[in-house]
């Protein structure tokens, strides 16, 4: 397989113009990031993910208009910056606010909606470990299991 032209580079902040070659398939497709936001966002949000670069803030907010378009389903890559519909707010949150803020209430959520959401092993583990310190007694046996309950 060719090596990319543009690899993604993880100090740089990207602006319109910057090109950026991502693996569609099995070779690599190489475009300006205003192309990438209009044909393919999904594949440049994974790759911003995967990666940990910067847009642009304009280009920020051009991906995450974009990225509402698309089924939840195909982002769950996203983790916890995945917006999620969440009780008691009335608009789609990132999944890290009540992650951080209101780790009984997301646990319980979490279990009714796991194919929303893919959480990372530590993620999980610290969820779990964090429920436990708080409410215990709504952890699931498996997740007892874990800490040594």
């Known amino acids: 397989m060719k090596k990319p032209s ?3 580079q993880s100090d740089q902040l990207y602006s319109v113009n910057h090109r950026l070659s991502i693996l569609i398939g099995n070779s690599y497709e190489t ?10 966002p999904l ?5 911003r993910h995967k990666h940990k670069f910067e847009l642009e ?10 990225l509402r378009r698309i089924p939840n389903e ?23 606010v009540p992650y951080n803020r209101y780790p009984v ?7 009714d909606n796991q194919d929303e959401i893919t959480l990372s092993f530590k993620e999980r ?4 470990n964090e429920v436990n310190m708080l409410d215990s007694t709504v952890l699931l046996p498996k997740h007892q299991a874990l800490m040594g309950g």
């Open 57 to 66: 803030p304009h280009l920020n907010r051009l991906l995450f208009e974009r």
């Open 31 to 40: 475009k300006r990031i205003d192309e990438w936001l209009t044909d393919d």
């Open 105 to 111: 209430k997301f646990y319980k959520w979490w279990i």
């Open 74 to 96: 195909k982002k769950q890559f996203l983790g916890l910056e995945l917006n999620i519909n969440f009780p008691g707010y009335s608009d789609p949150i990132p999944a890290s």
């Open 6 to 8: 543009f690899p993604p």
């Open 125 to 128: 583990l610290t969820l779990i």
């Open 43 to 47: 594949s440049l949000a994974k790759v």
